[in-house]
């Protein structure tokens, strides 16, 4: 999977009091390929043992520790706070955060940008906001804007190297459950299936004595609308010829 | 902030251990809106009392249980499991989560959809994936593709409400032959046609000895691969039902 140059991304997390968020931060991290942690005042020195560290283990012993945000992004380019939703802060531009990924990208093809979380608790401080070249948020429902930090970070790198909605890769309108190598079946195809269907109605009493040019119209509509792919259209074929010749035999 | 109309998605949790993780889910829920969580098969009944679900407890408290998922689902006309990147099953066709959330949106319109997580260890089994119509991954860097539980759903329903909500009535790329007026079969809908199907196969002895659940299977996906409306489900098993009526007939 291509993700953006992340190597240039670095998370920040401020005076974070659950170490289990920590790990869960570092998991996240993880899962997503960025790999520079940096903590500002960790309340709990245990975090590198986080259990919630699942495949973490390596960001989190790597993760370094900083006692002011000054230090811990004295290095980088492009400083983005991250906020609850609230506009606590009006010195700050908010963006949200689907409208930050691309700047974030952009930035650190130039040099390091931290995404800083603060607190559980409180957020960032006014102080840490004033490190900060502008804010993003996550938008969210307004009556429940306060994200756990854990999925708030994840949510943030998801969309940060977040590789956009493919067209070509798209389902096509034509066949859109298709899995790669399959085709829709053909016209012949299906007209053999309906045809197969049509026998098997017919024997088993579906089809009343005048009907038959409705039914048949109806058949062929529906095995079309179905639109099976030509390994569904056999597969459906070798049941209904099975049914067949059972009903055939029985018929004797 | 416009969300699209998201009370038609629901969150489906398979045999969850962990019942923080339950709450850190709910808590995901509500921060993007969504509020119907359905649980099957808790490992810990002790859920709802899970500490980390700030701003979660409605939802919680709200929560459906269920002992199979195909009774969690009934009411759902698209059903998406969620896997761990790796292809384990090759049956379902396997969807980026960014392509699959306009796929969402557009059948929420018309219909429940679930999202459906399986366990923290294990993901879905094979037979919950049968159940579903297809499957979405969250695109995680290749040596780490596991994700916790909480934040795989934060990152879905940020994603699935992250798109704005369309105002046309674009024709679906997942049922194309659809009219207006026309909705899609439910699951139960869909179960009830397998079941039918079935029937007449193995009483056509399409079903060999030993193979009833590969064929059970099989014909569960077929059925949903086909992505029938309510009126064209009626109008097979119609169909199926009076070849059934009469291979039993002959059978005696």
Same mark, same amino acid.
């Given at each position: 999977m291509p993700l953006p140059d992340i190597r240039n991304i670095c998370v920040v997390l401020v005076s974070? !009091?659950?170490p289990l968020n920590i790990g869960a931060a570092a998991r996240a991290m993880s899962n997503f390929g960025i790999r520079n942690l940096r903590l500002v005042?960790?309340?709990?020195?245990?975090? %590198?043992?986080? !259990?919630?560290a699942v495949g973490a283990a390596a960001t989190l012993q790597d993760a370094r520790i900083f006692s002011t945000l000054a230090e811990a992004i004295a290095d980088c380019v492009l400083v983005i706070g991250t906020t609850?939703? %609230?506009? %606590?802060?009006?010195d700050n531009t908010l963006r949200r955060l689907q409208d930050a990924a691309p700047l974030v990208e952009q930035e650190a093809a130039r040099g390091m940008v931290a995404v800083v979380f603060g607190s559980e608790k409180r957020g960032l401080s006014n102080d840490d906001l004033s490190y900060c070249h502008w804010t993003m948020n996550i938008p969210t429902a307004e009556d429940h804007v306060s994200m756990n930090l854990g999925q708030a970070v994840a949510v943030s790198l998801y969309e940060i190297t977040r590789v956009p909605a493919s067209t070509e890769l798209a389902p096509s309108p034509e066949s859109p459950a298709l899995t790669i190598g399959d085709s829709l079946a053909t016209s012949a195809e299906s007209e053999r299936l309906a045809a197969s269907l049509l026998q098997a109605l017919g024997l088993s009493g579906y089809v009343k004595p005048g009907t038959d040019a409705a039914v048949e119209d109806r058949v062929r509509r529906l095995v079309r609308r179905m639109r099976l792919t030509s390994g569904d259209a056999d597969l459906v074929q070798g049941m209904v010829k099975q049914i067949l010749w059972k009903l055939q035999k029985e018929n004797g």
């Open positions: 974070t !009091r659950n005042n960790p309340y709990e020195p245990g975090f %590198r043992e986080a !259990r919630s609850g939703g %609230r506009d %606590r802060n009006l």
